[in-house]
């Protein structure tokens, strides 16, 4: 079967996240940026998938491929795919396609509500202020069996039409960034979806034993143990980031019946890490460092002398704890000044650099990468973005 993956806003990155963990998925095509289609083995389950990865907004099958757009072909197949009920029937269109016009999706909701309307079923447009749905719209009328989000997508001669299964928990995510108790917004704190794609780049499995140390509040920890992950190593060198990394790891536990969890929080240097884990013991590392000032004026040279020095300290001890063929996930700071940005050049050591995505989609996606080939992600706008550095024992 034929499956739509809706990728993030950081489409490069939410790429590199899907494949790394189903890549079933990178013999799929990518269509106007945003969305990838692929065929995967029967059985995939999007409801349970779409839980564990930060970088994907919507998931869903195709049910018709390579019918032009808006034609009777198209309208012929989205009635196939209404099943009305009874009590009212409420359905979406979302026009991912090049060409999509909202007079003519307008239109052709009006030919869906005659055709339910001879089928005697009461029904109900749901439309947004987008073309296309939003999660949140999408989750809270149409994903149930009285409901449907039909999705078109490609350009005006070839389009490809489905239907959505599972859209990102959206509500799950932003309680568990602001319901948590343990905060620091001094240092800052990853959003929760970022922090399943980092650990998600890591490719560690849930039996694997995974470590972030640096862990202030504790995001690495407690979306591992959503993802599943049960053997969990945090650290930090403040003791305000060990209780809140400890008390939010308790408060996910209780709050997501989170069970058999074995979890270990210590207050060490990352720097020193390696004088207290053992050598080759760990599967995979995800880690967001301290980044440098987040506040007020920075000597942007000192700066990048301070972090390029923490980090190659910081990486040697990585090296040393990391099973062969263990993996690391690290963000590193990209300083904004004027046009330029001001890339960090630590130590790499006997690390090797992993590229997560083909050089095919660096083209594609100019704006998603440093020039060495990194994922790279911000805004325009911002002071500070963020490299996303994939390194290999
Ligand atoms: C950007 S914060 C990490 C935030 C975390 N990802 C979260 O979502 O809560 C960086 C953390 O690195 C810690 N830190 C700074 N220098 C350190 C060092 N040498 N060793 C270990 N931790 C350090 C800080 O105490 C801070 O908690």
Redesign the pocket.
């Known amino acids: 079967m034929k499956y739509f993956f809706v990728l993030g806003s950081n489409q490069a990155l939410s790429l590199a996240e899907l494949f790394t963990v189903l890549p079933a998925a990178s013999r799929g095509k990518v269509l106007n940026r945003t969305v990838l289609i692929a065929e995967l083995e029967d059985g995939f389950d999007a409801q349970q998938f779409i839980k564990k990865i930060g970088g994907i907004i919507k998931i869903g099958v195709i049910t018709e491929e390579d019918i032009p757009l808006y034609s009777t072909e198209m309208v012929e197949a989205v009635k196939k795919m209404l099943k009305p009920s009874e009590g009212k029937y409420k359905f979406g269109i979302s026009n991912y396609a090049k060409y999509a016009s909202p007079a003519k999706d307008k239109h052709l909701a009006m030919l869906i509500k005659k055709y339910l309307k001879e089928k005697e079923a009461s029904c109900r447009w749901v439309i947004g202020k987008e073309r296309v749905l939003s999660s949140v719209i999408v989750e809270q009328n149409l994903m149930n069996e009285r409901g449907i989000e039909i999705v078109i997508f490609g350009d005006y001669k070839k389009c490809q039409v489905g239907k959505t299964l599972a859209v990102q928990a959206f509500k799950d995510l932003s309680y568990r960034d602001y319901g948590r108790p343990g905060r620091?917004d001094h240092?800052?704190?990853?959003p929760p979806k970022l922090?399943q794609i980092l650990i998600n780049l890591t490719g560690a499995k849930p039996g694997d034993k995974l470590l972030?140390?640096?862990?202030?509040?504790?995001?690495?920890a407690t979306e591992a143990l959503i993802l599943g992950h049960r053997d969990i190593v945090a650290?930090?060198?403040?003791e305000?980031?060990v209780a809140?990394?400890r008390q939010n790891i308790a408060w996910t536990k209780r709050k997501f019946s989170v069970v058999d969890a074995k979890e270990i929080v210590m207050l060490?240097?990352?720097?020193?890490?390696n004088t207290k884990i053992t050598a080759g013991s760990i599967d995979a590392i995800a880690?967001?460092?301290?980044?440098g000032p987040?506040r007020g004026a920075v000597n942007q040279a000192e700066n990048k002398k301070e972090l390029e020095k923490?980090y190659s300290s910081?990486l040697k001890a990585f090296y040393e704890i990391l099973k062969k063929d263990g993996r690391l996930a690290m963000?590193w700071p990209v300083r904004v000044e004027g046009v330029n940005k001001i890339f960090l050049n630590p130590d790499l050591g006997k690390f090797e650099r992993l590229n997560p995505l083909v050089n095919e989609y660096k083209k594609e996606y100019k704006n998603g990468f440093s020039q060495r080939g990194n994922l790279l992600y911000g805004r325009e706008g911002q002071k500070v973005w963020r490299e996303i550095v994939v390194l290999k024992k």
């Open positions: 620091d240092s800052g704190m990853l922090a972030d140390p640096f862990c202030g509040s504790g995001t690495i650290s930090d060198i403040s305000k980031a809140d990394t060490i240097d990352a720097k020193k890490i880690t967001e460092p301290y980044l987040q923490l910081a963000i």
